[in-house]
Each structure stands twice: as C-alpha cells, then as structure tokens.
C-alpha cells in the first residue's frame, strides 16, 4: 500500500537532468518511477487510464528538472506521504490549474508542499490524521439538522488543501464550502482562500433561508468563515488572504468559467482591504461592534447571534487540540515505520 511513497523516495537519490542530459541512465531511472507513480494514480481499468499515464509521464519528461522537484519535495513531508499513500493523484495536482489564476508548475508545486509543510507544523499528528484521513472533524448544530466540517477541499481541490462546509443533513446538501490553504507570506505563514462555494438550483434560497434563521442569523458563508478566522488564530497566522474573481483558479480555462460568487462584497463584510494582485487582505482579529450601537429591540437577537458564532469558534480550537486517543499516523504505527523504511 505503500510503493507510491517508496519510488518517491526513491527520487531523491535519481538525478534527473533533460533530454540532453550527460548522464542518460538517470534520467531514464528518473522516467521509470515516474512511470511506476503514474500506475498507482490511474489504476489499470480507471476512466482514461492509459491517456493520464501517458500525460503524466510526458509532462515529467519534458519538464524534468521542476517534475522531479515536486515529487522529492512531496517525499520530504510525512504529513504528505500520508495523504499521497491514501489518495495517490495527490502527486499530479501541479500538473493542472491549482490556487490562483496563472501560477506556474514551480509555484503550484510549492503551495502545496508550504501548506502539508506548515499543517504538520501548526497542528498535532493525531488532528492532521482525523482531518486527512479519518473523514475530517464534525460539529453538528443543537437542533441536528446543520453538521460544520473540516476536512480535505474534496470536490473542489483546485481551490485549497482543506475546507470548512456547512451541510443540511435533512437534505444532503453543502449550502457553503470554503476552501483555503496555509502558505508562507513575507510576515510568516497566512492562509489563502482560493474558493467560496454554494448550492446552485431553485430550492437553494430557502434551504439558506432556514439555515441562517437555525443559526440565529449567521449566514451559511459566515458560519464558515467564523471557524476561519478561529483555525487561523489558532494556527498562528498573520492574515487571511482571500481571493477575487478575477484571480479565481477556474477563469484559467480555455473557455474561464463565470464567476457568480461577489468575493469581494464578501470579504468587505469583513473589513478586508485591497492588495495590489487584486485579491483581499482580511483581518483575522474582526472589529467588535459595540451593543450600544444596537437597538434596544434588537439587542437579545444579536446576543444570540454572537453567542452562536462564538460556539462555532470555541468548536474550531477544540478540533485543534491534541487528545489521548491514538491517531492512524501515530509515528510509532506499520505505516510510518514503512514510510521511514
């Protein structure tokens, strides 16, 4: 279960130059894993299995030197040799549109080992593991119907490495998802919120209606950028960087997709600035708005709303803790000691 992080290893010790490099037998050693890698992430029988091998096995070759960066970078994080060994097409995330609108491979490949880098740094095994590997981390409202999660960006991976989603459980359906990655900014590290997603259809209007009165006010979207700003506290960042539709990663298309999302009225909502690429500096510390200036009437309402959001907060630095009870990636379990090997 473990080959994909065994021929990564086994890069670190290929020297991979180009096509006209002095030393061909390495560079063919080099192909070899990247082939090997490649099966693991399209299995034989997957949808295109064999147009995605020869893809990734191209792209490798013709950018060799920045390829095999990659791969030796994602073999020097354990946190991310476990997720590679859980969900192998990891490995071809730099390969696609990945963040932001025109990053480069170098610099795809590099948000992502920054955030598995500064994850494994920030948080304890046993939370990386429950969050990676265990389905992520669940709260659910008094009432049952509501579920906040922390978890991988699953079906949005082009806009972060995590994600906070706020579920109707009676009807299935995610009414927000924000996607965000932990990256190094010039100040120390910051997160990037590459993504902010809702439910699309008719029916969509009501289900946030019901939602934002079940949480006392607080909007699907503001119930998940409430446990945001708790995550990035916690985590020690310095901000929180939000992105525009203008740098969305899905306008990087050959037909860029429309951007119904208003980002920017968003992160205004909560006191964000403009920084000169076009995207928003949010603080992480929010203004507190002063009851005085609430009307006596509508005071009792907006202490509940507070009190909510602040639940939503206390949950998030609870998740973030460090418990007894073991974890799957525990240093001394089968598959770091394979990992190690």
Known sequence: MHEPVSYLQGLVHVRAGGLVDLYPAYYLRYLASVASIS????????????????????????????????????????????????????????????????????????LVVDHYVLAEAALPVCVCDRIYLSGGLRWMSEDGRYELRLADSGPNPKEGELAFYWTDIET???????SFYLRRGDHGPEIYVGGLQGPMGEQSREWIRLATKASEGLRPKDVVMEALLAFAAHVGARRVVGVSRANHVSRQRNTPREILADYEGFWAEYHGTSLADGNVDVPICQPQRDIAEIPSKKRSAWRRKQAFAEAVRATVA???????????NDPQLPVAAAVAA
Do not use: N
Not at 172 to 178: A, D, E, N, R, Y
């Open 172 to 178: 299935g359906v995610c009414l927000t998802q924000l």
């Open 318 to 328: 609870d998740w973030l803790r460090a418990d007894a009870v073991p974890a799957g």
């Open 39 to 110: 099966a693991f992430c399209y299995p034989a029988g997957s949808r295109k299995w064999l147009t995605r091998r020869a893809k990734l096995i191209a792209l490798s070759a013709v950018r060799a030197g920045s390829a095999r960066s990659w791969l030796r970078a994602a073999a020097s994080s354990p946190l991310l040799q476990r997720v590679v060994v859980a969900r192998p097409l990891m490995l071809e995330k730099p390969f696609r549109p990945l963040g932001a609108l025109g990053l480069g491979f170098g610099d795809r490949a590099r």
